[in-house]
């Protein structure tokens, strides 16, 4: 059994950063497609950004340039590195992870691709 564990949210002001991490068992971060997934009070979950074992990634129009997904191995973990918050960017985060089967896929913020997801870490960003 797959179990996503996410941490570092929290409450900045606008301009500021947070690292999200997302701590894995059961499986490894190296062998799956992995997204990070977001969602705002009163609107549906959004992808952000996700990447496969090749380390291709992919970004949501509203965070490139600002948002980065990375893998440590090493801890089996995902992070997404958050810059130049926003306002807009408060929202519940989801670390998601798909079938290894899935794993070597170009990478995608379609929901229905992730089969284990975490509870959720908040980040608030305030003006």
């Known amino acids: 059994q797959v179990q996503l564990v996410e941490s570092g949210g929290g409450s900045v002001q606008a301009g500021g950063s947070l690292r999200l991490s997302c701590g894995a068992s059961?499986?490894?971060?190296?062998?799956?497609?992995m997204g990070w997934f977001r969602q705002a009070p009163g609107k549906e979950r959004e992808g952000v950004a996700a990447r496969n074992i090749f380390g291709t990634t992919i970004y949501a129009d509203s965070v490139k340039g600002r948002f980065t997904i990375s893998r440590d191995n090493a801890n089996n973990s995902l992070h997404l590195q958050m810059n130049s918050l926003q306002p807009e960017d408060t929202a519940i985060y989801y670390c998601?992870?798909?079938?290894?089967?899935?794993?070597?896929?170009?990478?995608?913020?379609?929901?229905?691709?992730?089969?284990?997801w975490g509870q959720g870490t908040q980040v608030t960003v305030s003006s």
């Open positions: 059961g499986s490894t971060v190296g062998t799956s497609l």
């Open positions: 998601a992870a798909g079938l290894r089967s899935d794993a070597t896929s170009w990478p995608t913020l379609a929901q229905y691709r992730y089969t284990y």
